[in-house]
């Protein structure tokens, strides 16, 4: 079963001017059925994944590129680096967009290779797990997020509500679309295989893992520290691991497309450098089953049940530029009287206010803090809390309350 995909349109604008095209994201995310789908006609496809095929690739590059040549799909590049400089050459030689479409699951020392070999010759696009728009068959009319009230009440007629039982399913199971896309897909039995192939496999190799156990402790650890400011040396302490491994293996996290790490906004760049990012799994179902939660009932009533949350709306609103071709514009406020706002969108020298939280009944409490955002010398735009309320609704001049199930 095919889904339509809000980056589709973004692929194929980009295979029009590059000759290059790389799809990045975690294993699992639809990447290759994605191009798969977009290049049926003409495009030779060759999986890495396939032993004999990546000898080739690693030995003789060269026969590699006369075997397959373009117009040709290359999955999972990223155990083949070698191969760039001779895509490069081929591209050059070719002249044409849209000759090489890669697919990578690992970030980590692909994009190095990438940016040394294929500068100004790759288009660089990133993939997610399904938004909520693509499991409703509208991923092609999708949109960045931004909290205008035009945009939120266009937003809010375009999708039913969703109760919150049904959220919390949605949130349990997650978004990868082996599982998402097929309620008889045993959920347990799918996130323990995706751990033990994909997190202990590739990610444990490339971080050079010795101790399996102190892996998926840390693993576990970060899970349950999912919409948390990072406190690395507490994340280090409950996986009883060295600081520095962990900041090493959270790094290959990062870049395997497990998690994000939001930055903190400061008009200074080298102050917001130094200070804590805010941790966020990008498949809440996954955080979900490291940390243990049986059911969707009990994660809504446990103790994650917000953050869970919290992570799940900043996944869907990553999707909604990630998915369009756009780098998100997003960040954290805290400042020195730890006064926080959970996502600023700074776009076009604007600054639009997020909050996040489980409740139902919004009030002007919950937006108290965006007044502190004066002191930046930023214009400030609408701002909006993101919660359970079954319909928009003023809170302030400035801000209003958004339902989840509306973004």
Not at 54 to 67: E, K, V, Y
Not at 69 to 77: R, S
Not at 135 to 144: F, H, N, R
Not at 283 to 307: R, V
């Amino acid at each position: 079963m095919y889904v339509p995909r809000t980056l589709e349109i973004f692929v194929i604008q980009a295979a029009q001017q590059f000759p290059v095209v790389l799809l990045t994201g975690a294993r699992q995310v639809g990447k290759t059925t994605l191009l798969r789908h977009l290049g049926q006609e003409g495009r030779a496809y060759v999986t890495l994944d396939d032993p004999l095929v990546l000898s080739l690739a690693r030995t003789d590059p060269a026969l590699f590129i006369q075997r397959f040549p373009p117009p040709v799909l290359i999955d999972e590049i990223q155990y083949a680096t070698g191969l760039l400089p001779y895509i490069k050459m081929a591209a050059d030689r070719g002249g044409e967009p849209g000759l090489f479409w890669l697919t990578g699951s690992q970030q980590f020392h692909l994009m190095k290779g990438v940016s040394e070999s294929l500068a100004g010759r790759v288009a660089i696009l990133h993939l997610l797990g399904l938004s909520r728009r693509e499991l409703l068959g509208q991923g092609l009319d999708a949109t960045p997020f931004v909290p205008t009230p035009e945009e939120i009440a266009r937003r809010s007629a375009q999708v039913r509500k969703l109760t919150l039982k049904e959220l919390y399913r949605l949130i349990w199971r997650g978004t990868l679309p082996a599982i998402a896309l097929n309620e008889a897909v045993e959920r347990d039995l799918f996130y323990s295989s995706y751990v033990q192939t994909y997190l202990q496999r590739d990610v444990r190799d490339l971080a050079r893992v010795g101790d399996e156990l102190a892996f998926l402790r840390f693993l576990r650890a970060a899970a349950a520290r999912t919409g948390q400011i990072l406190n690395l040396a507490g994340l280090a302490g409950d996986a009883d691991v060295a600081p520095n491994t962990a900041k090493h293996w959270l790094s290959i996290l990062q870049a395997a497309g497990t998690v994000y790490l939001l930055e903190p906004y400061h008009t200074n760049v080298t102050q917001r450098l130094v200070k804590a990012p805010k941790l966020y799994f990008l498949d809440t179902g996954l955080a979900a089953y490291l940390t243990e939660w049986a059911s969707p009932e009990t994660l809504e009533a446990g103790a994650m049940s917000g953050a869970i949350l919290e992570t799940w709306v900043m996944a869907e609103l990553l999707k909604s530029y990630w998915h369009t071709g756009r780098r998100p514009p997003f960040y954290y406020y805290r400042d020195k009287d730890l006064r926080e706002i959970d996502l600023l969108l700074v776009q076009d020298g604007v600054a639009y206010p997020l909050e996040i939280k489980k409740t139902a009944s919004p009030g002007r409490d919950d937006v108290r803090h965006f007044g502190a955002l004066e002191r930046l010398g930023l214009p400030v735009g609408p701002g909006g809390l993101i919660c359970l309320a079954e319909q928009a609704l003023p809170l302030t001049a400035t801000a209003q309350s958004v339902p989840v199930w509306a973004i």
